[in-house]
């Protein structure tokens, strides 16, 4: 069958979906990956086709003028949302029904849609249609984000399915949202994002469903004790780590000789926003008379806003982080899907400093089922991470717990073992509007 892989320009939205898509090629099937020209690389880079679609958005171009210490000296507010720390609709995710509102749920998408939703889609919408009549797919999997995969499926009556790069907030504030509409009075039911894709779906000579909201059926990568679901159809797959073109330095070939401990803040924060969130001078500085080996992954330009290294501080600018894990006795993150799975991946326990998007879900379900501690960006100084280090360090439950949760996600099917539930799910969905 043909499959198409499609996700607007983000590389952190790829990399989830690049396992799935070597699974099923080396199946058999005939794979192609659309985005917008600037990830094409990327894709490439990853060993797969890409095929470019429609032009680049320039959602960080337009972000970049509120992601400035000004801003976030004088409208904090603004500062926080564009950042994504808390982002309506999905800040309520886990919330309790009873504690959610309509009029929370409708401001949020009244803006989330024009804000990021069109932002993305648009520029890429009527290629992507324009791709998949002329390729016409048998099954279209799309970043969960990217609705113009579920436009596309749907104008060539292909399956289509969400693949998650993150807990289902999405699905889980739809859900909600939905739920609260049926009960509002007839004209008193504005729904932003079923408006925006009625029009789109449209010129394409399509009409709405839900399912271009949240797919036939969802794949998900997290095990049963960290997952978020809404009621929807889910389909459950183990988490493959890839960040990339991955390279092993001599020495991480050597074994450790005293705990080594990564500090991992991420690429988006030095990347698209001014800086990270925590400090990363005060993490180094109260971890520096430890007998311990850290090493943190920091960009040059974050480097190079260091006044001081320690010598137990090994800095690096990038290395994969599935090289890494399994070297460490702990790993400090900002709790991002790929870095907090990989690390679950590998059975090691789990500082998280969340501070936006789904990580402080995350970060949450993490600490209930053991693994490890959260704490707050907010609260994150170099006395609390250092604490909450040294218990990761000495308690031997949070070790136990992690590998726990490192056999259950081993128990779920890989995505090489998935290729025939998608050849079934594709049959039964492809052409059908049930």
């Known amino acids: ?34 985005s917008q020209p600037e990830l094409v690389d990327t894709i490439t880079r990853a060993g797969l086709t890409a095929v470019p679609v429609g032009r680049d958005h320039n959602l960080w171009r337009a972000a970049r003028r ?4 000004r801003m976030a000296s004088v409208d904090p507010a603004t500062y926080r949302k564009v950042r994504g720390v808390k982002q309506p609709p999905f800040d309520i995710a886990g919330e309790p029904p009873e504690n959610i509102t309509w ?73 909600h949202y939905v739920r609260l509409k049926a009960a509002r009075p007839p004209g008193q039911r504005e729904d932003a994002l079923q408006e925006w894709l009625t029009d789109r779906a449209a010129r394409h000579g399509v009409g709405f469903s839900e399912d271009l909201a949240v797919g036939r059926f969802t794949l998900d990568q997290q095990p049963d004790s960290l997952r978020m679901e809404a009621d929807l159809h889910y389909v459950p797959m183990r ?12 020495w991480l070939r050597d074994e450790p000789r005293r705990p080594r401990v990564c500090l991992t803040l991420g690429s988006t924060s030095a990347e698209r926003f001014d800086g990270y969130a925590v400090s990363v001078q005060d993490l180094l500085d109260a971890l520096s008379d430890l007998d311990i080996e850290v090493v943190a992954t920091l960009p040059e330009r974050e480097a190079g806003k260091l006044a001081r290294v320690p010598g137990n501080t090994r800095i ?30 590998y059975g090691v326990p789990q500082l998280s400093l969340p501070e936006r998007h789904d990580a402080p879900f995350h970060a949450e379900k993490l600490t209930r089922q053991g693994a490890g ?10 006395e609390t991470v250092r604490e909450a280090l040294l218990r990761l360090l000495r308690e031997p439950v949070f070790r136990e717990r992690a590998q726990a949760l490192r056999e259950e996600m081993l128990a779920l099917p890989t995505p090489n073992d998935l290729v ?15």
Not at 66 to 69: D, E, G, Q
Not at 320 to 343: E, K, V
Not at 373 to 382: L, Q, V, W
Not at 420 to 434: I, N, Q
């Open 66 to 69: 509120f992601l400035t210490p």
């Open 420 to 434: 025939p539930e998608l050849e079934r799910l594709t049959e039964k969905y492809r052409g059908s509007d049930a």
């Open 316 to 345: 690096v600018s990038f290395i994969a982080l599935h090289t890494l894990a399994p070297t460490c006795s702990a790993i400090i993150h900002h709790g991002a899907f790929g870095t907090a799975t990989t690390t679950a991946l």
């Open 239 to 250: 988490y493959v780590p890839y960040n990339g073109p991955a390279v092993v330095p001599p």
């Open 103 to 175: 009029s929370h749920l409708k401001a949020g998408y009244d803006d989330i849609v024009p804000s990021w939703y069109k932002m993305v889609n648009d520029p890429m919408i009527d290629d992507l249609v324009g791709l998949a009549r002329d390729w016409t797919p048998d099954l279209v999997v799309w970043e969960a984000s990217t609705y113009a995969g579920a436009v596309a499926a749907k104008a060539v009556g292909a399956a289509h399915a969400r693949l998650l790069c993150n807990l289902d907030m999405f699905g889980v504030a739809r859900g």
């Open 373 to 382: 501690i959260a704490i707050d960006y907010r609260e994150a100084t170099g």
């Open 1 to 34: 069958m043909r499959v198409l892989f499609t996700t607007y320009s983000e590389k952190t939205h790829l990399q989830p979906m690049a396992p799935l898509a070597w699974a099923l090629r080396t199946a058999g099937h005939e794979v192609r990956v659309a």
